[in-house]
């Protein structure tokens, strides 16, 4: 069975900073593209940033300069470092991984969810 466990959420005053991480375990051959999206009350579930297995990264527009995503592959973990995080920031953050299964299916998972707030 496969597992995203995600870490690293809380509370943080505006221009403070956070770090999540989000561990795969469980049985797969690999992991594909990884990253971070987000939910905050009333809102369609956003793309924040992912990652490729190459180590390709992309951003949503708001977040750039400011959120850095990586991995570690030998530990199959994900990294969102955010800084300068305002109440806009604030929302549930989960991670999702495209993982293959064998040798050619693949399937996303996706996390819990951890909470970030940020208060002004």
């Known amino acids: 069975q496969v597992q995203l466990v995600e870490s690293g959420g809380g509370w943080v005053q505006a221009g403070g900073s956070l770090r999540l991480s989000c561990a795969a375990s469980?049985?797969?051959?690999?992991?594909?593209?990884m990253g971070w999206y987000r939910q905050a009350p009333g809102k369609q579930r956003e793309l924040v940033a992912f990652i490729t297995n190459v180590g390709f990264t992309n951003y949503k527009d708001s977040v750039k300069g400011r959120f850095t995503i990586s991995r570690d592959n030998t530990k199959n973990t994900v990294y969102l470092q955010m800084n300068s995080l305002n109440p806009e920031d604030t929302a549930v953050y989960y991670c999702?991984?495209?993982?293959?299964?064998?040798?050619?299916?693949?399937?996303?998972?996706w996390g819990q969810g951890t909470q970030v707030t940020v208060s002004s």
């Open positions: 469980g049985s797969f051959s690999s992991i594909n593209t």
């Open positions: 999702k991984a495209r993982l293959r299964l064998g040798m050619v299916y693949e399937n996303d998972y």
